[in-house]
């Protein structure tokens, strides 16, 4: 075997180059458990299919051609993005290309072109004759209705009769049906017994624009955007349940407060009654709500507060076979389990113990409820915060066990009879591999992934898990990746990676995909790199998270400082020569990096950052520094412009102009500010890019920018 070569950065983000691993795309189960549905590559390497695979031996097969999913003989093949399948396998709803601004790369689409696909006869047809795509089409639990949206308003296509039929009819750009704001798009879902839809309504009259300008153009074209801002106007939302046999909407009273959220909507076992979780703007309490779908009328079921924020997830499960529900809660300091019956009483805790369900940025954690054999799966954090596994315990809180074995990261889709899952592992050295197992964790078979075979020609270092007490005396997760010819009597610069945002997680037994080799890729350039898990971040309970209300930037610089320090006390590390970079929350530290911390960071590229709360979402700013304007005070100490005259060393700021989540104004509001102090630092634009910074050839350039910077200003005799 020949000697191991270096990366380049062509190896990592070149053309057709994906270090993700392998995944299932689409993954959908069979209604009877035995097989999975998904969508792969055909292996002409152009199209793609949907294919079927048996559980117990693999046995695979093509269910849908990318390559003939045509129109008509004149017209291209449709392309598979996604699809939905009826229960008895015979009716597909395709997702098609998407319709949007051609400058807006990473945007939610705006609408997407369905197609329903009759696998009897293998004819296909458009959801709709009308022009243009479509928003959240579902088909009917029943199979014979698809819903969707168009234009703001809920339209349902029977397809026994081909018949559309619009439901309701006042949407338009400020009103909007069947869609959800703050907490997720989609707004609408089917009874149970397909006879009814709750939709949220939305009103955005009120609600001021933000413009995205397309410059590429002679002359440019500009697409708003409705974007509240901290203590700005909110949407005004309601609920209602339309009856498909009467034609008519039932509007739920859900009190006289409009300026609030309703973050889930979902069906209760009762056909009469729909489950609404309420939440006031402020963002610390958090009501169950059971409404009559007749008579609108509803009643709180149970309510969570907090002195500082409760978290929003998609844990509430209602069992099949009893009036009894899972509602998981952090009231004890760590996301628990509980079991409810439907007048709020609570029946038991299920989970308990000084560790938590997972509750990062992952929404759900309750897997699966296995009502007939009294089991709850789910994934979390019991063994270990920078691992995830897989657990099932006894419906009243008994014989907790867990499913996973080996150390990483694991995840699971269960079957709809809960008697086998499918898992997806990784480790920090190992890519993505999936494996189908028992409920009780033993293995079925291996279905692919585990290793990318190019991997084994590099010379690549291993990264090493340490614990870093601080001065407070506060024990912090961290990661350090040294150089392959590692020499300890050298002196080594640095290079922090930051993110560091509330219930984040960056230090973590799991496959860093491209960004983890192109740490590795410095490495061998003679770096150490360095990622430092702050207080705030996830799988240390709430407790631990709440460190960071009204100190979103303070806190987490403090503890990259104090990882700064412990550095410093290595014989081979260089304490002059640190840099850090980041993107979204990791560019916003940098930024103070490089200003408030300027004393410890000499270099740093921040990319996408929220560099003044006030201009980003009421949602997400006003749930971790209040509301306005009682708070103004803490908005103000989290701003960077309010160091930028403290800026010292080499700063790059990175930012795509079609950026629909942090906005270009935050980059130029603190270029300004560096302006107007005479303070010089470096800026790189990306046209048409929004807030990830893909597409086309932007990976490629934002990294060897990155390689370059770094090697320039953070190389030996650079200080």
Same mark, same amino acid.
């Given at each position: 075997m020949g000697?191991?070569?270096?990366?380049?950065?062509?190896?990592?983000?070149?053309?057709?180059?994906?270090? !993700?691993?392998?995944?299932?795309?689409?993954?959908?189960?069979?209604?009877?458990?035995?097989?999975?549905?998904?969508?792969?590559?055909?292996?002409?390497g152009e199209t793609k299919n949907i294919y079927q695979?048996?559980?117990?031996?693999?046995?695979?097969?093509?269910?849908?051609?990318?390559?003939?999913?045509?129109?008509?003989?004149?017209?291209?093949?449709?392309?598979?993005?996604?699809?939905?399948? @009826?229960?008895?396998?015979?009716?597909?709803?395709?997702?098609?290309?998407?319709?949007?601004?051609?400058?807006?790369?990473?945007?939610?689409?705006?609408?997407?072109h369905y197609y329903v696909y009759d696998a009897q006869t293998c004819a296909l047809m458009p959801l709709s004759d009308i022009a243009g795509g479509q928003k959240h089409a579902k088909i009917a639990p029943d199979g014979t209705k698809i819903g969707f949206v168009r234009g703001g308003n809920l339209f349902m296509f029977d397809r026994s009769s081909g018949i559309e039929s619009q439901l309701t009819f006042d949407g338009n750009e400020d009103i909007?049906?069947?869609?959800?704001?703050?907490?997720? %798009?989609?707004?609408?879902?089917?009874?149970?017994?397909?006879?009814?839809?709750?939709?949220?309504?939305?009103?955005?009259?009120?609600?001021?624009?933000?413009?995205?300008?397309?410059?590429? @153009? @002679?002359y440019p074209k500009v697409h708003r955007i409705k974007y509240p801002k901290s203590g700005e106007t909110n949407w005004r939302l309601s609920i209602g349940v339309f009856h498909l046999e009467t034609g008519q909407t039932t509007w739920l009273k859900l009190g006289p407060e409009t300026d609030v959220y309703f973050p889930r909507l979902k069906w209760t076992r009762d056909p009469s009654l729909v489950a609404i979780e309420r939440l006031n703007r402020q963002q610390n309490k958090l009501e169950l709500l059971f409404a009559n779908i007749d008579t609108g009328e509803s009643k709180v079921i149970l309510t969570e507060t907090d002195p500082y924020w409760v978290r929003i997830d998609d844990d509430l499960t209602f069992l099949k076979d009893s009036d009894r529900f899972i509602w998981t809660s952090e009231r004890s300091g760590y996301k628990h389990a509980y079991l409810y019956d439907y007048d709020g009483r609570q029946v038991n805790q299920i989970t308990r113990g000084e560790w938590e369900m997972n509750a990062g940025r992952s929404t759900r954690s309750v897997l699966c409820v296995d009502e007939a054999d009294g089991w709850m799966y789910f994934d979390g954090k019991r063994d270990g915060v920078t691992e995830q596994h897989l657990y099932r315990i006894r419906l009243d809180g008994q014989m907790m066990q867990r499913l996973s074995k080996k150390p990483g990261w694991h995840s699971a889709s269960f079957s709809p009879n809960a008697k086998s899952f499918m898992k997806t592992f990784s480790d920090v050295n190992t890519p993505p591999k999936i494996s189908i197992h028992r409920s009780e964790g033993s293995l079925i078979r291996v279905v692919k992934g585990g290793e990318?075979?190019?991997?084994? %020609?590099?010379?690549?270092?291993e990264p090493e898990f340490l614990t870093v007490r601080t001065g407070n005396g506060i024990s912090l997760n961290a990661v350090m990746?040294?150089?392959?010819?590692?020499?300890?009597?050298?002196?080594?610069?640095?290079?922090?990676?930051?993110?560091?945002?509330?219930?984040?997680?960056?230090?973590?037994?799991?496959?860093?995909?491209?960004?983890?080799?192109?740490?590795?890729?410095?490495?061998?350039?003679?770096?150490?790199?360095?990622?430092i898990d702050n207080r705030g971040t996830g799988g240390r309970g709430k407790v631990f998270e709440n460190f960071m209300y009204q100190n979103l930037g303070t806190v987490p610089l403090q503890d990259h400082i104090e990882g700064a320090k412990y550095l410093a006390g290595f014989s081979y590390v260089d304490p002059l020569r640190f840099g850090i970079w980041g993107r979204s929350?990791?560019?916003?530290? @940098?930024?103070?990096?490089?200003?408030?911390?300027s004393d410890y960071f000499k270099v740093g590229i921040a990319q996408a950052s929220?560099?003044?709360?006030?201009?980003?979402?009421?949602?997400?700013? %006003?749930?971790?520094?209040g509301l306005l304007p009682e708070n103004k005070n803490a908005y103000n100490k989290e701003a960077v412009v309010t160091y930028a005259h403290k800026l010292r060393g080499h700063l790059m700021l990175v930012h795509g102009m079609a950026d629909d989540n942090?906005?270009?104004? !935050?980059?130029?509001?603190?270029?300004?500010?560096?302006?107007?102090?005479?303070?010089?630092?470096?800026?790189?634009?990306?046209h048409g890019r929004d807030h990830p910074l893909r597409g086309g050839n932007t990976q490629l350039h934002l990294f060897t920018l990155m390689t370059e910077y770094f090697l320039r200003h953070l190389s030996i005799g650079s200080q």
């Amino acid at each position: 075997m020949g000697a191991k070569r270096l990366l380049t950065l062509d190896d990592i983000f070149g053309p057709d180059v994906d270090w !993700n691993g392998v995944s299932m795309q689409n993954l959908q189960w069979t209604s009877d458990s035995s097989a999975f549905l998904y969508v792969d590559d055909d292996p002409d390497g152009e199209t793609k299919n949907i294919y079927q695979e048996r559980v117990d031996d693999g046995k695979r097969d093509v269910l849908i051609e990318g390559k003939f999913l045509v129109l008509n003989q004149s017209s291209s093949n449709i392309p598979i993005n996604g699809f939905q399948v @009826t229960d008895d396998g015979l009716y597909f709803l395709i997702a098609g290309p998407s319709e949007q601004p051609r400058f807006l790369f990473g945007t939610p689409p705006s609408d997407i072109h369905y197609y329903v696909y009759d696998a009897q006869t293998c004819a296909l047809m458009p959801l709709s004759d009308i022009a243009g795509g479509q928003k959240h089409a579902k088909i009917a639990p029943d199979g014979t209705k698809i819903g969707f949206v168009r234009g703001g308003n809920l339209f349902m296509f029977d397809r026994s009769s081909g018949i559309e039929s619009q439901l309701t009819f006042d949407g338009n750009e400020d009103i909007l049906n069947g869609l959800n704001k703050g907490f997720g %798009e989609d707004g609408w879902y089917w009874s149970p017994d397909s006879k009814r839809i709750v939709f949220v309504h939305v009103d955005q009259t009120a609600v001021r624009t933000v413009p995205l300008i397309d410059y590429m @153009t @002679t002359y440019p074209k500009v697409h708003r955007i409705k974007y509240p801002k901290s203590g700005e106007t909110n949407w005004r939302l309601s609920i209602g349940v339309f009856h498909l046999e009467t034609g008519q909407t039932t509007w739920l009273k859900l009190g006289p407060e409009t300026d609030v959220y309703f973050p889930r909507l979902k069906w209760t076992r009762d056909p009469s009654l729909v489950a609404i979780e309420r939440l006031n703007r402020q963002q610390n309490k958090l009501e169950l709500l059971f409404a009559n779908i007749d008579t609108g009328e509803s009643k709180v079921i149970l309510t969570e507060t907090d002195p500082y924020w409760v978290r929003i997830d998609d844990d509430l499960t209602f069992l099949k076979d009893s009036d009894r529900f899972i509602w998981t809660s952090e009231r004890s300091g760590y996301k628990h389990a509980y079991l409810y019956d439907y007048d709020g009483r609570q029946v038991n805790q299920i989970t308990r113990g000084e560790w938590e369900m997972n509750a990062g940025r992952s929404t759900r954690s309750v897997l699966c409820v296995d009502e007939a054999d009294g089991w709850m799966y789910f994934d979390g954090k019991r063994d270990g915060v920078t691992e995830q596994h897989l657990y099932r315990i006894r419906l009243d809180g008994q014989m907790m066990q867990r499913l996973s074995k080996k150390p990483g990261w694991h995840s699971a889709s269960f079957s709809p009879n809960a008697k086998s899952f499918m898992k997806t592992f990784s480790d920090v050295n190992t890519p993505p591999k999936i494996s189908i197992h028992r409920s009780e964790g033993s293995l079925i078979r291996v279905v692919k992934g585990g290793e990318l075979s190019s991997l084994a %020609e590099f010379d690549l270092a291993e990264p090493e898990f340490l614990t870093v007490r601080t001065g407070n005396g506060i024990s912090l997760n961290a990661v350090m990746t040294r150089p392959v010819d590692f020499k300890r009597e050298r002196k080594y610069p640095v290079i922090f990676y930051a993110y560091g945002g509330v219930s984040s997680q960056s230090v973590v037994n799991r496959w860093g995909g491209a960004r983890g080799l192109w740490h590795k890729l410095m490495t061998q350039k003679g770096y150490i790199v360095f990622t430092i898990d702050n207080r705030g971040t996830g799988g240390r309970g709430k407790v631990f998270e709440n460190f960071m209300y009204q100190n979103l930037g303070t806190v987490p610089l403090q503890d990259h400082i104090e990882g700064a320090k412990y550095l410093a006390g290595f014989s081979y590390v260089d304490p002059l020569r640190f840099g850090i970079w980041g993107r979204s929350g990791g560019g916003y530290l @940098t930024c103070l990096a490089l200003t408030e911390g300027s004393d410890y960071f000499k270099v740093g590229i921040a990319q996408a950052s929220v560099t003044n709360y006030l201009l980003y979402s009421s949602v997400w700013a %006003e749930r971790y520094l209040g509301l306005l304007p009682e708070n103004k005070n803490a908005y103000n100490k989290e701003a960077v412009v309010t160091y930028a005259h403290k800026l010292r060393g080499h700063l790059m700021l990175v930012h795509g102009m079609a950026d629909d989540n942090v906005q270009l104004q !935050n980059t130029l509001e603190v270029a300004e500010a560096f302006q107007n102090s005479n303070k010089q630092f470096d800026l790189m634009l990306y046209h048409g890019r929004d807030h990830p910074l893909r597409g086309g050839n932007t990976q490629l350039h934002l990294f060897t920018l990155m390689t370059e910077y770094f090697l320039r200003h953070l190389s030996i005799g650079s200080q």
